[in-house]
């Protein structure tokens, strides 16, 4: 053994060691801390969502009411959905390469699935709205369908599942012209598949339709093999990924012609003009969002490999117990917002259905400035730490089998 690593002082804080995932293979820190970090903007956007006082009255990206802060607090957060379900990708092809069997695998992918969408039909949904049953389907109803899907794909080649999800990425636009509505009898499976909505057999709305999402779950599997080179070869492949959206998304989206349902226009000054340019299409995601989502994403996994002190610990704190804060953050947020408003007079009740029934907090004049919901950020951020820690103290020290479901 090499004298010079007997020498080495032992690490006693065990977010300093290097990390193993559920199979005993070493994780890798690049991934779990943009994972981390695009949980720390995601907080951002659930914040505003509570706490914003115009996040009732307007969407922060329509150009004709929003400021630019607004605009680019919200955009900013578009980043979350797209890494998150990427990143599920590349963690579904890391597991096959660790050494998991297809069929183990395929029973994984199957009862996790099915746990994530019960997840958020159940206990997310109450966090985020304090009223049950209402449907409010988002991003982990879109990763678990996906996880269902593939429990079979898992079996093709990674060179077929890629087309597979550059086919839907490229091409679901095209479908963008059929109504759920004279679907007939088809309009619930359009609209929990392809096409947001109200949602089927209950109060509330499909926000994140499955099949467009789990394209993208299907490029970052695809696109795995990536993740397993040497740190010279994953970087330089990650940035040609990075560099090649970013420019086809300019490319495209200059000529204003495909990827994207909603044209940029010129605006009032150069900053909205550019504005305009960004501002790409999320329900569903279109190909332009896609590409320039991913394309940042990427470029901050670079960023994010040299990152090391404090940051680097915080965003792998909530990048390795990513479900757990997810969870978590929606319940401290939102009942943040309960406490705080019913101290400055406005009635509990207003913040039971707020998502079926935002008029009454409206009619209230709840909310408060951007400086305010940042200072919030940093609150429910502070708040989350010490629990997401502990419990990426249990994932470590144990290997029991519920811990991989949570």
Not at 324 to 346: C, P, R
């Amino acid at each position: 053994m090499d004298a010079r690593a007997n020498a080495q002082p032992r690490l006693t804080d065990p977010l300093l060691e290097p990390a193993l995932n559920r199979t005993g293979a070493p994780r890798l820190d690049m991934i779990d801390m943009l994972r981390g970090l695009v949980i720390a903007l995601m907080v951002l956007d659930h914040v505003r969502d509570y706490f914003h006082e115009t996040a009732f009255l307007f969407d922060p990206t329509n150009l004709s009411r929003t400021n630019v802060l607004l605009f680019a607090t919200r955009w900013v957060t578009h980043l979350c959905a797209p890494t998150f379900v990427f990143l599920a990708g590349v963690s579904v092809f890391l597991q096959r390469a660790n050494g998991k069997t297809g069929a183990a695998l395929s029973k994984f992918l199957l009862t996790r699935g099915l746990w994530l969408i019960f997840l958020e039909m159940t206990i997310i949904v109450f966090g985020f709205n304090f009223v049950w049953p209402f449907a409010f389907v988002q991003v982990i109803w879109a990763i678990g369908v996906s996880m269902l899907l593939f429990a079979a794909l898992v079996r093709l080649p990674t060179g077929a599942v890629l087309a597979i999800g550059a086919i839907i990425v490229a091409g679901h636009g095209l479908l963008g012209p059929i109504n759920a509505p004279a679907l007939g009898a088809w309009a619930p499976f359009w609209i929990l598949t392809m096409e947001p909505g109200p949602a089927p057999w209950l109060p509330g709305f499909v926000v994140y339709p499955a099949i467009p999402w789990f394209g993208i779950m299907c490029l970052g599997y695809g696109l795995g093999s990536i993740f397993i080179k040497t740190v010279e070869g994953r970087s330089r492949a990650v940035a040609l990924l990075a560099c090649g959206a970013l420019v086809l998304f300019l490319v495209l989206r200059a000529i204003n012609g495909y990827g994207d349902p909603a044209p940029w226009s010129v605006q009032k000054n150069a900053v909205f003009t550019a504005l305009s340019f960004i501002n790409v299409s999320k329900y569903p995601p279109s190909l332009l969002y896609v590409l320039i989502t991913l394309g940042v994403s990427m470029l901050l996994l670079l960023a994010l490999q040299r990152l090391r002190g404090a940051a680097a610990k915080v965003l792998l704190v909530f990048g390795r117990t990513p479900l757990f804060t997810y969870v978590l953050h929606i319940y401290i947020a939102h009942g943040l917002a309960l406490l705080i408003g019913v101290a400055t007079g406005v009635p509990a009740a207003y913040f039971s259905n707020l998502l079926g029934d935002p008029a009454r907090l409206v009619s209230a004049h709840w909310g408060f400035g951007l400086p305010v919901v940042y200072g919030i950020w940093l609150l429910v951020l502070l708040t989350l730490y010490p629990f997401s820690r502990w419990f990426a103290g249990v994932k470590r020290r144990r290997r029991d089998w519920w811990l991989s479901y949570l």
